[in-house]
């Protein structure tokens, strides 16, 4: 199982970007899925998620600013981040939760400049 992160970079405040995760060897199917980001010197931290009942959730920091969405027929998950803000640069994961276990993206860059 591999997830591939994919999509980010570097944009200016107030750009968007939107973030790609793919699956090899698995499929997102209607599984938990969510994107996690690390800054320099902090803990990971949930960004988005969708849960198993198909219930969307976000970081308050997030809200009304991204978007997590997938297309099971592309087995593709997506983050659409708009509004970028300085504060939002990370490395950006993916994660996919089955019954046989937790599966990590690499991680993708985001780096939002002022």
């Known amino acids: 199982v591999q997830l591939q992160a994919s999509g980010g970079g570097l944009v200016q405040a107030g750009g968007s970007l939107r973030l790609s995760c793919t699956a090899s060897?698995?499929?997102?199917?209607?599984?938990?899925v969510g994107w996690y980001r690390q800054a320099p010197g902090k803990q990971r931290e949930l960004v988005a998620r969708?849960?198993?009942?198909?219930?969307?959730n976000y970081a308050d920091a997030v809200k009304g600013r991204f978007t997590i969405s997938r297309d099971i027929r592309k087995n593709t998950l997506y983050l659409q981040m708009s509004s970028l803000k300085p504060e939002d640069t990370a490395i950006y994961y993916c994660k996919l939760v089955k019954y046989t276990g937790e599966y990590w993206g690499q991680g993708t860059q985001v780096t939002v400049s002022s």
């Open positions: 969708i849960s198993s009942d198909r219930t969307a």
């Open positions: 060897g698995t499929t997102f199917g209607l599984n938990a």
